[in-house]
T-cell receptor, first 111, second 111 residues
Framework: SQQGEEDPQALSIQEGENATMNCSYK?????LQWYRQNSGRGLVHLIL?????REKHSGRLRVTLDTSKKSSSLLITASRAADTASYFC???????????FGPGTRLSVLP | KAGVTQTPRYLIKTRGQQVTLSCSPI?????VSWYQQTPGQGLQFLFE???????NKGNFPGRFSGRQFSNSRSEMNVSTLELGDSALYLC??????????FGPGTRLTVL
């Protein structure tokens, strides 16, 4: 079974609005990562947050991690049409463990 | 540095045939992972190779196999293709097993 579960499955917002996506997982992790995928293409790494970190920023992205609740959120501020993509969280449980991806959130940013 | 490259980008095969996909990682990356992505199952981990050794394997039948060469290039083979093997196959390389860099994928269609 998949470890990471994103919600919502789909999100539609207007340009300039903020988009928040959530990810829940089941077991202990070393780190959690967020990726973006434009339609039918490879994934692009956005941000990595380690298990001992609570919040991380990168440009318009803000990621939080709550290990007690086994959840993470990705906030994209001031969204643009170019942010339209699917967003996946992936959990890394450490050496010898494979990455586990959630089903993804499809974000549509309308101009 | 050049990114992860995958060949071929598109492939059409018929049931019962076999197929070999190739992945060239980013120079210096010794870890290569393979994923299958389908609309129904999402991103599923196939296997990971590190220094020519399979380090981890997902829950796929033995028809799916892989290998890694001394230059870190990796190949994935699927024998006796089934309709359900139609998917986007993604390869990712990493340096220390944290952030993964994905290739554009190979779109396999089985008729």
């Amino acid at each position: 079974s998949q470890q990471g579960e994103e919600d919502p499955q789909a999100l539609s917002i207007q340009e300039g609005e903020n988009a928040t996506m959530n990810c829940s997982y089941k077991t202990s992790i070393n780190n959690l990562q967020w990726y973006r995928q434009n339609s039918g293409r490879g994934l692009v790494h956005l941000i990595l947050i380690r298990s001992n970190e609570r919040e991380k920023h990168s440009g318009r992205l803000r990621v939080t991690l709550d290990t007690s609740k086994k959840s993470s959120s990705l906030l994209i501020t001031a969204s643009r049409a170019a942010d339209t993509a699917s967003y996946f969280c992936a959990t890394d449980a450490g050496y010898g463990q494979n990455f586990v991806f959630g089903p993804g959130t499809r974000l549509s940013v309308l101009p | 540095k050049a990114g992860v490259t995958q060949t071929p980008r598109y492939l059409i095969k018929t049931r019962g045939q076999q197929v070999t996909l190739s992945c060239s990682p980013i120079s210096g990356h010794r870890s290569v992972s393979w994923y299958q992505q389908t609309p129904g199952q999402g991103l599923q981990f196939l296997f990971e190779y590190f220094s020519e050794t399979q380090r981890n394997k997902g829950n796929f039948p033995g028809r799916f196999s892989g290998r890694q060469f001394s230059n870190s290039r990796s190949e994935m083979n699927v024998s006796t293709l089934e309709l359900g093997d139609s998917a986007l196959y993604l390869c990712a390389s990493s340096f220390r097993g944290n952030e993964q860099f994905f290739g554009p994928g190979t779109r396999l269609t089985v008729l």
